[in-house]
């Protein structure tokens, strides 16, 4: 056998001399694998620490940035219902973990408050030199508009105490508009709380009426049932479902308005 080159079943085989500096070669390269890895370890281990400090500090957290914006998490929270709705519901209608939504909301009330916002932004405000009347009807309808476009919300507004405060900007417009016409704030104050509240109280039982129970039927057909053949004082019309009794509980405020305006 010679020091020269073999071949094993045609598989060229390194000499000697070769394979040991190979050997040496391996081993040095360990070492310096070694040395790397400690030093990457080390690394891992100091940002693994630096995350739990932040975490503890409330410092920055660290990892990756969701991918989903707070107008997302806004959207579906009030696609989930404005006044029931869960992070972990509106993480799954995401497609991502709760502890995701925590980092562009640290809390619900949060959310609940970037969602009233988001609501309180599209009311339209009253134009300039708008009779008084008119400026309230609007008031009416725009309070009865984000009733049923933002479902839940005639129930927040009177669950969460914080509510009113978001939309100050456009109370004040209101305020403004009627000041023009000789009415103080606190009387502005008395009728578009007044309104609001008549309004929101009125969306409440229109959504009862239209609720539909496990077995298809109604709110409203569930009275009907209730009230029989008897000679019912409130008898059950298909008006109960919409903004009528609303409409005239509004035009009545009006005119007890031109006799009378108090003060809030």
């Given at each position: 056998m010679g020091t020269g080159n073999r071949t094993v079943q045609g598989a060229r085989m390194a000499?000697?001399?070769?394979?040991?500096a190979g050997s040496r070669a391996a081993a040095s390269g360990a070492a310096r694998s070694g040395g790397a890895a400690s030093s990457s370890g080390n690394k891992l281990s100091e940002s693994t620490s630096?995350?739990?400090?932040?975490?503890l500090t409330g410092g920055p957290k660290l990892g990756r940035?969701?991918?989903?914006?707070?107008?997302?998490?806004?959207?579906?929270?009030?696609?989930?219902?404005?006044?029931?709705?869960?992070?972990?519901?509106?993480?799954r209608r995401l497609g991502v973990v709760t502890a995701a939504i925590y980092r562009v909301f640290p809390s619900r009330d949060d959310l609940v408050i970037a969602c009233l916002d988001a609501a309180g932004a599209t009311i339209a405000l009253p134009e300039p030199e708008q009779d008084w009347r008119e400026s309230l009807r609007l008031w009416a309808d725009e309070c009865w508009r984000l009733c049923e476009e933002y479902p839940g919300l005639s129930r927040l507004?009177?669950?969460?105490?914080?509510?009113?405060t978001r939309i100050a900007h456009v109370v004040a417009a209101y305020a403004d508009n009627l000041a023009?016409?000789?009415?103080?704030?606190?009387?502005?104050?008395?009728?578009?709380?007044?309104?609001?509240?008549?309004?929101?109280?009125?969306?409440?039982?229109?959504?009862?009426?239209?609720?539909?129970?496990?077995?298809?039927?109604?709110?409203?057909?569930?009275v009907r049932?209730?009230?029989?053949?008897?000679?019912?004082?409130?008898?059950?019309?298909?008006?109960?479902?919409?903004?009528?009794?609303?409409?005239?509980?509004?035009?009545?405020i009006l005119m007890g308005l031109e006799q009378h305006w108090p003060e809030f």
């Open positions: 000499p000697a001399s070769r394979v040991a630096l995350s739990a400090a932040n975490t940035k969701p991918a989903f914006s707070a107008d997302d998490v806004i959207a579906a929270a009030i696609a989930e219902g404005i006044d029931t709705f869960t992070l972990s519901a509106v993480a507004v009177f669950a969460f105490p914080a509510a009113p023009v016409q000789g009415k103080s704030r606190r009387q502005a104050m008395f009728a578009l709380d007044f309104i609001g509240d008549t309004v929101f109280a009125c969306h409440l039982g229109v959504e009862a009426m239209r609720s539909v129970d496990t077995q298809g039927r109604t709110g409203l057909d569930l049932d209730a009230v029989g053949e008897t000679d019912a004082l409130f008898q059950p019309e298909l008006s109960w479902t919409g903004r009528k009794t609303m409409d005239t509980k509004v035009e009545f």
